[in-house]
T-cell receptor, first 113, second 115 residues
């Protein structure tokens, strides 16, 4: 089965706290791509990161970091020192080599001032 | 560079009417995707094109939905006749190369309400 699970439906944290959004995926393919997208209240989808299955290096971009672990089929996203502007719905997505892109249900993140 | 452009941004129509959503992909992108987002089903891929040719339309819900890409800079998604359950946000996305293995860039979406 090809599947993306974002178990956290909604998370609320106070500004400046760190927060981790979980993403667990299932795929039968050995070659695949993983993505994170942000959907702010305005509604558009904003690309954050793309990772292929052969690159397990963690990545950091400013306050954002991603932890890709093939052993646990997880691709978690951490926001450090969260800000109110980080409030959004975050989607994890899986693109298997031989199938269509599959999005998780999303995690709604509230950053409280 | 302009991103993916979609029109209209909002559409309200009555059941039974024809609805046409429009998309202009990023110039030079060979792949174009149509998605639908609803609370119940989340984000779903409806159809995608490569070099203006439909490649996979298995996500199109039923025959009432059709999509075309007459040239590299324009695509339409048509619903005829529309039904209330078609109410959703419809996104268009484009990517540069590969079967979507390149990053997809999304348009702002069209919010469709069918009364």
């Amino acid at each position: 089965a090809q599947k993306v699970t974002q178990a956290q439906t909604e998370i609320s944290v106070v500004e400046k706290e760190d927060v981790t959004l979980d993403c667990v995926y299932e795929t039968r393919d050995t070659t695949y791509y993983l993505f994170w997208y942000k959907q702010p209240p305005s509604g558009e989808l904003v690309f954050l990161i793309r990772r292929n299955s052969f690159d397990e290096q963690n990545e950091i971009s400013g306050r954002y970091s991603w932890n890709f672990q093939k052993s646990t089929s997880s691709f978690n996203f951490t926001i450090t020192a969260s800000q109110v502007v980080d409030s959004a719905v975050y989607f994890c997505a899986l693109l298997p080599r031989d199938d269509k892109i599959i999005f998780g249900k999303g995690t709604r993140l509230h950053i409280l001032p | 560079d302009a991103g993916v452009i979609q029109s209209p941004r909002h559409e309200v129509t009555e059941m039974g009417q024809e609805v046409t959503l429009r998309c202009k992909p990023i110039s030079g992108h060979d792949y174009l995707f149509w998605y639908r987002q609803t609370m119940m089903r989340g984000l779903e891929l409806l159809i995608y094109f490569n070099n203006n040719v439909p490649i996979d339309d298995s996500g199109m819900p039923e025959d009432r939905f059709s999509a075309k890409m007459p040239n590299a800079s324009f695509s339409t998604l048509k619903i005829q006749p529309s039904e209330p359950r078609d109410s959703a946000v419809y996104f268009c996305a484009s990517s540069l190369v590969g079967r979507g293995t390149d990053t997809q860039y999304f348009g702002p979406g069209t919010r469709l309400t069918v009364l």
